[in-house]
Structures are given as structure tokens and as C-alpha cells.
């Protein structure tokens, strides 16, 4: 399973409306919308997990795809770097 990071979301953006948009290209493992914890608002980015194959069709057709109004970015979940 491949964990895909998503950026630049409306922040009225609901989980049932992330996991559908990537739902059309394969089966959404996991999803993780990124909420403020006092106003349970989007904060403009999320995760979702999807097998290899289905997460680089995702990337190739929403990475740019104009939703509500914002240009998503759509890329592979980059590692954390350590810090000291």
C-alpha cells in the first residue's frame, strides 16, 4: 500500500468528499483529512491509502485537478526527516 499526501484542500472539504474523489481511481485503504481541532474544519491537506498501481493513476489524474475552487497537489508521502 502506497500512502499518497494531498495538499492545498478547501477547507470545507468532509471525508466523505475526499475518500470519493480518490474512490474513482481504486479501493481507498485509509484516509486521514487533516482537521483543526476546534473548529473540525479542513486545514488544506489529508492522506489516503491505495495499493501502488491505483496511487500513481490517482496521482496522474488529480495532481492540478481543479476541487472547489483550489488546484490540488497529489504526490507520494515523502518520509519525515529526523531532526536532532
Same mark, same amino acid.
Given at each position: 500500500?502506497?500512502?499518497?499526501? @494531498? +495538499? ?6 468532509? @471525508?466523505?468528499? %475526499? /475518500? ?7 479501493? @481507498? ?10 473548529? =473540525? /474544519?479542513?486545514? $488544506?491537506? #489529508?492522506?489516503? $491509502?491505495? /495499493? +501502488?498501481?491505483? &496511487? ?6 488529480? =495532481? #492540478?485537478?481543479? %476541487?472547489? #475552487?483550489? *488546484?490540488?497537489? @497529489? $504526490?507520494?508521502? *515523502?518520509?519525515? &526527516?529526523?531532526?536532532?
Amino acid at each position: 500500500m502506497k500512502r499518497l499526501f @494531498v +495538499g492545498n484542500l478547501p477547507s470545507n472539504t468532509t @471525508v466523505k468528499e %475526499f /475518500e470519493a474523489l480518490f474512490a474513482q481511481f481504486g479501493t @481507498v485503504r485509509s484516509s486521514e483529512l487533516i482537521t483543526d481541532i476546534f473548529t =473540525d /474544519e479542513c486545514k $488544506g491537506f #489529508g492522506f489516503i $491509502g491505495m /495499493e +501502488g498501481h491505483e &496511487s500513481r493513476a490517482a496521482i496522474a489524474g488529480l =495532481d #492540478g485537478k481543479n %476541487f472547489n #475552487g483550489n *488546484s490540488l497537489r @497529489v $504526490g507520494f508521502e *515523502s518520509p519525515k &526527516s529526523r531532526r536532532r
